[in-house]
């Protein structure tokens, strides 16, 4: 399966790239960063705008699935720039599933378990559970794209699946998470400081287990279903301090008050996925902060060791709202690829130059096949109706967009052609009475079309193929 990452350079999204890859499925990046953060993957990455409908739609042609991870995450980011924050939740996410609808991939949204967060008088909530109102700004618009979802499957047939992400952790997180925030404290020796009492519970999750989760989230079976993906241990704030402050050294604790719209402390379920998509988290929440010391602890000795200039010369790590879920990498921990190294990257194209080279492309290879049947001795009325046929193929093949209607439409003009294409037909277009050996020549053609489409999309997005990188 191929799947667009929205977001694939963030923090999350890097992740999924990895286990995407590792299942054998191909990963294709969208990102407003016009560099990734982690040069490993060596595959594809277009540097583009979630607000630009024409750049999310070109980089979803070809694709099964669109993981959109792309957001505006960091919740206090949120409350200082609400409409900027709004118009990337909400609006990105209409832009993704609009794509999605013009290429026939479906959609696999993530969404948050702050969703849960103005529930009241529940100790625990699952995927069914009624929602209040929201009292953030975060969580609305990430409400708002579960509800698009729901709307364009109901509307125009696109197929989603929506995952409420609990709260990641591990290595890559940005430096406005809880984790990395405390780990830096203590590692410069200040004062760890926390919202409110501390008491407040919450269902971590180690990153490697969330993207595991999302790549399950393909499988058919989660069409039109929400999943909580979220670990199972109920962690406070406190234990986290101080965990933080076991693996590292002696630091104080302080408190202060806590934050509006924060969780409020319900707990999510995560049963659902287990039984319909076989995961649950598997790394313990003491094991995944070991993990991610050990990650902080190497990625800020090997910077510590670089040299002067090239310390300067790195990017910082943002801190404004991007097209990114989160910040992948800390800014102690860049990761300069070399030339050589340096996965592909490109800009798209404007869409309709896209379609038409596609089109003529794949017109241009069956206009050839059949030509070649000609040379090879078929008769006229023979290459005629198979030229026939395999117009309706490749018709029926890029006008539709699942698979069951592209059968139907085969269907339908297959019949059509056995009953209309008459046999000895006088003039230009003399045609032969469909038969088996003429369909399996049709199909054959409609086959090599569609490599042609292919084809042609390709080279208008990538016209230089001599500077792509394998993948």
């Not at 032969?432 to 399996?440: D, F, K, V, Y």
């Not at 390709?458 to 001599?466: C, G, I, K, M």
Request: net charge negative; with cysteine.
């Amino acid at each position: 399966m191929k799947v667009l990452v929205t977001g694939g350079s963030g923090f999350i999204g890097s992740h999924v790239v990895d286990k995407l890859l590792d299942a054998g499925h191909e990963a294709r990046v969208f990102d407003v960063l016009d560099t990734t953060p982690d040069e490993r993957h060596g595959c594809e990455t277009i540097v583009g705008d979630l607000l630009d409908p024409a750049s999310i739609t070109a980089a979803a042609e070809g694709c099964d699935a669109i993981m959109h991870l792309a957001a505006a995450a960091d919740v206090g980011l949120v409350a200082k720039d609400p409409a900027g924050s709004e118009e990337l939740n909400s609006r990105g996410t209409l832009n993704v599933l609009e794509a999605a609808r013009a290429t026939g991939a479906r959609v696999v949204y993530a969404s948050t378990i702050w969703v849960y967060s103005d529930v009241v008088g529940l100790a625990e909530v699952d995927e069914d559970t009624p929602l209040a109102l929201p009292s953030h700004l975060y969580t609305a618009t990430k409400l708002a794209g579960e509800m698009y979802c729901h709307s364009y499957g109901k509307l125009y047939d696109v197929d989603a699946t929506i995952l409420r992400f609990g709260i990641p952790y591990g290595p890559r997180a940005r430096p406005a998470a809880v984790l990395p925030i405390f780990v830096n404290k203590a590692l410069a020796g200040d004062p760890l400081t926390i919202a409110g009492d501390g008491k407040q519970t919450r269902r971590f999750v180690y990153v490697e287990d969330l993207a595991d989760g999302c790549v399950r989230a393909l499988a058919p079976a989660a069409i039109g279903r929400i999943y909580n993906l979220v670990g199972e241990e109920d962690t406070t704030i406190s234990a986290i301090a101080e965990a933080v402050r076991d693996a590292i050294g002696d630091v104080e604790i302080t408190y202060t008050e806590g934050r509006p719209g924060d969780f409020a402390g319900a707990q999510p379920r995560c049963e659902r996925a287990a039984d319909e998509l076989g995961w649950r988290a598997t790394t313990p929440y003491a094991e995944g902060v070991r993990r991610y010391v050990a990650w902080h602890r190497e990625n800020a000795a090997r910077v510590a060791a670089l040299p002067a200039p090239a310390v300067a010369a790195a990017p910082a790590a943002p801190v404004a709202v991007t097209a990114a879920v989160a910040v992948a990498m800390p800014a102690e921990a860049p990761q300069a690829p070399t030339p050589a190294s340096k996965p592909a990257r490109r800009r798209v194209p404007h869409l309709a130059l896209q379609r038409v080279t596609a089109v003529a492309s794949g017109l241009l290879a069956l206009v050839v096949y059949v030509l070649v049947l000609h040379r090879a001795g078929l008769s006229s009325d023979s290459w005629h109706t198979v030229m026939v046929v395999s117009i309706l193929g490749l018709t029926a093949s890029v006008s539709t967009k699942s698979t069951t209607a592209r059968v139907v439409v085969w269907l339908a003009a297959l019949a059509g052609a056995a009953v209309l294409i008459p046999a000895g037909t006088s003039g230009a277009l003399d045609f032969a009475r469909l038969n088996l050996p003429l369909l399996t020549l049709g199909i054959a053609g409609a086959g090599i079309g569609l490599l042609g489409v292919a084809g042609g999309r390709r080279t208008v997005l990538e016209p230089s193929f001599a500077n792509r990188a394998d993948r």
